[in-house]
Structure formats: C-alpha cells, structure tokens
C-alpha cells in the first residue's frame, strides 16, 4: 500500500517481475478490496498471488518510532514479518523509508559483528555501475561502521554485479592520505591491512562517483544521501537543458528526429527507474525499499534485486565475511597473548 502510486503500481509491477522471472511468488499486504480488482486485470498472477487482507498503513508522514509502536498491523509490519516467519525470502516496499528501517531492523535484526544497517543501491556510472553505501541510513559514522559499510557492499557487488573481487573506495574530500576526518582516514587504515574479497583502492572524490572509478563507494549516510539526491538532480537538469535545445528551433527538432534512437538509449541508461532499490544491508533477512514515486517498471526492478538477494544468498556472504574479517581481526591480539605467557 506505500507508493505514490499504491497499490495500482505494486501489482502491475508484480505482474511485470513475474514475466521476468517466472518461479516467484507473492504475498501482498494491503486492503483486498482494493486489490482484488487489480489482480482481475493480470490473468498470469491469479495462481502465484495471496492476498493477505489488513486495513492499516502506514502513512508517509508517520515518525518511525510511532509505526514501530502503532503499525504492528500494518501491511508494511505484517509483510517483514512474514520474511521472519520463513514464510517469504524478502520484502519489497514503497512506502515510509523511516519506518521500514525501523520495523526491519527490529524484526529482522542486525548480523553479527554489524552495528548499523546500511541503504545501498547502484548508479549508473562510465563505466557501467557502482554500489554506494550509506544513503541516508546512519548521518554520523565512525570508522567501524564504515569498514563494515565496505565488506557489505563489496559482497553486494559480488552478488548484484557479478563481481569476484570488487575494488572499494572510501569517499572524502580529496585522495590524498592526510585529508579527510578521523573516522574516514582510521576506516582506510583497517581496509589497507584486512584480508577480505575485495581490493581497496583508497580514498575517492565526489567526481569519481560517475566515473566508476570503484565498483563499491562508501560513505556515512548523510554525505551519501546528498551525492545521490544531487546526481539525480543534475541528471534531471541536463535532461530538461536536452529537452529545451532540440525545441529551439525547426533544424534542432529535425536533429532531434535524426538523433531519436540514440537519445532513447541515453535515456534507458539513465532512466532511474532501471537502477530503483535501496537494500537495507545488514540485517538476517532481504528488505528492499522502492522509491516512492516510481511506475511498474521501476517496482518492477526493486523486486528483481531482492529476488536476486535471495536466490545468490546475500545474506550469508555478507555473514560468512563478516566471520572471517572478525576472526582475523583477533589473530595478532591472540598470538601477542601467547607470547606473554610464555
């Protein structure tokens, strides 16, 4: 029911992910009377879909703490809880980012050896994409959350993008060794020494986002949230300084008609709707956040990525790295233990 356009756009997305992968499954959470009729209109859903009726939702404008009290009804709470139960393998939603935070994460729970949970999610770079962490989960970080900020997103690039050994870059203020605050240059140190899959490359600079400089970027919520909202601002921009040139004139719109393929396919790799899905990262189940303004496809899209998660076990890569940083992390202290005692 969370979505600007809820719940016409869940279903036809659902409709959609289906076509693309044909073994899943749904359990949609909402009011049936409304449902019910949508999912007249999609004969190949009627077999695949149950409708679990509840008439509470969670508002957009509700604090995270009142949905965590009051929402324990709610089709937000009641679909997180059926990935608890093993009834699901994730969940999908649209609605209040807050909240979905809040519930998951007292639901589901934090894995070992993670403090904070993490929104990550893919840009469309030069190079192809690039995972950015955090995006808006956590405004201060120190520089634990950051290094396990990198192991997630490093096995998130190896699920998503099929990626073994994916290159991580911590973003700063410049790439220089002495620049930036303690958390980031004491996150770079840990990363220079841990023995993980992953290659860390070292600092980055905001620039180095859209270039693809490295397959995983990580960063505190607050400085990731402005980056992303700020890219999709340019991208917004320059389209409409697109749009505006080609009408200037008669010969820029025969341009325009000359240049159509090309510009579709600019606009396809740009369109945000291919890159929809903000993953709540460090939690024991898949919980995935749409963003609340898209259309089918992009539903579409955010529930292919959890489908994803789940069929590659992101979780337990994400718990088995965590293991073995934490195992390595304590050999020196143990090894130093057993020559004092000798």
Same mark, same amino acid.
Request: with cysteine; glycine share 10%; aromatic share 4%.
């Given at each position: 029911?969370?979505?600007?356009? $809820?719940? *016409?756009? @869940? #279903? =036809? %997305?659902? /409709?959609?992910?289906?076509?693309?992968?044909? !073994?899943?499954?749904? +359990?949609?959470?909402?009011?049936?009377?409304?449902?019910?009729?949508?999912?007249?209109?999609?004969?190949?859903?009627?077999?695949?879909?149950?409708?679990?009726?509840?008439?509470?939702?969670?508002?957009?404008?509700?604090?995270?703490?009142?949905?965590?009290?009051?929402?324990?009804?709610?089709?937000?709470?009641? $679909?997180? *809880?059926? @990935? #608890? =139960? %093993?009834? /699901?393998?994730?969940?999908?939603?649209?609605? !209040?980012?807050?909240? +979905?935070?809040?519930?998951?994460?007292?639901?589901?729970?934090?894995?070992?050896?993670?403090?904070?949970?993490?929104?990550?999610?893919?840009?469309?770079?030069?190079?192809?994409?690039?995972?950015?962490?955090?995006?808006?989960?956590?405004?201060?970080?120190?520089?634990?959350?950051?290094?396990?900020?990198?192991?997630?997103?490093?096995?998130?690039?190896?699920?998503?993008?099929?990626?073994?050994?994916?290159?991580?870059?911590?973003?700063?203020?410049?790439?220089?060794?002495?620049?930036?605050?303690?958390?980031?240059?004491?996150?770079?140190?840990?990363?220079?020494?841990?023995?993980?899959?992953?290659?860390?490359?070292?600092?980055?600079?905001?620039?180095?986002?859209?270039?693809?400089?490295?397959?995983?970027?990580?960063?505190?919520?607050?400085?990731?949230?402005?980056?992303?909202?700020?890219?999709?601002?340019?991208?917004?921009?320059?389209?409409?300084?697109?749009?505006?040139?080609?009408?200037?004139?008669?010969?820029?719109?025969?341009?325009?008609?000359?240049?159509?393929?090309?510009?579709?396919?600019?606009?396809?790799?740009?369109?945000?709707?291919?890159?929809?899905?903000?993953?709540?990262?460090?939690?024991?189940?898949?919980?995935?956040?749409?963003?609340?303004?898209?259309?089918?496809?992009?539903?579409?899209?955010?529930?292919?990525?959890?489908?994803?998660?789940?069929?590659?076990?992101?979780?337990?890569?994400?718990?088995?790295?965590?293991?073995?940083?934490?195992?390595?992390?304590?050999?020196?202290?143990?090894?130093?233990?057993?020559?004092?005692?000798?």
């Amino acid at each position: 029911m969370g979505g600007d356009a $809820a719940p *016409n756009m @869940v #279903v =036809d %997305g659902a /409709a959609l992910a289906r076509e693309r992968h044909p !073994n899943i499954q749904f +359990l949609l959470f909402g009011d049936e009377t409304e449902i019910a009729p949508l999912l007249a209109r999609h004969r190949a859903l009627r077999d695949v879909v149950e409708v679990r009726h509840t008439d509470i939702q969670v508002k957009s404008t509700d604090r995270p703490s009142i949905a965590l009290r009051q929402g324990r009804q709610s089709s937000m709470r009641l $679909a997180i *809880n059926a @990935v #608890v =139960d %093993g009834e /699901a393998g994730g969940v999908v939603s649209a609605g !209040n980012t807050g909240a +979905l935070m809040a519930m998951s994460k007292f639901a589901l729970k934090t894995m070992n050896g993670i403090d904070r949970p993490a929104i990550c999610s893919c840009l469309p770079t030069l190079r192809g994409e690039s995972v950015m962490l955090d995006l808006g989960a956590n405004v201060e970080c120190d520089q634990d959350n950051l290094v396990q900020f990198a192991i997630m997103g490093a096995a998130f690039a190896r699920t998503i993008l099929g990626l073994p050994r994916p290159t991580v870059g911590l973003l700063n203020v410049g790439e220089e060794e002495m620049k930036g605050n303690e958390a980031v240059k004491g996150a770079a140190a840990v990363l220079n020494q841990a023995d993980l899959p992953l290659r860390f490359h070292g600092f980055i600079e905001g620039t180095d986002i859209a270039k693809g400089t490295t397959d995983v970027i990580v960063t505190d919520g607050f400085t990731g949230n402005v980056a992303l909202k700020t890219m999709e601002g340019t991208a917004n921009l320059f389209s409409q300084f697109l749009r505006t040139a080609f009408r200037q004139s008669t010969l820029s719109r025969l341009g325009y008609l000359l240049a159509k393929p090309s510009m579709k396919a600019l606009r396809d790799r740009i369109d945000p709707r291919h890159h929809n899905g903000g993953v709540l990262l460090g939690l024991n189940g898949v919980s995935v956040k749409s963003h609340g303004g898209m259309d089918d496809v992009g539903f579409a899209t955010a529930i292919g990525l959890a489908v994803d998660m789940v069929a590659d076990d992101l979780v337990g890569r994400i718990t088995a790295d965590m293991a073995h940083f934490t195992d390595s992390d304590k050999k020196p202290d143990e090894t130093q233990d057993r020559a004092v005692a000798r």
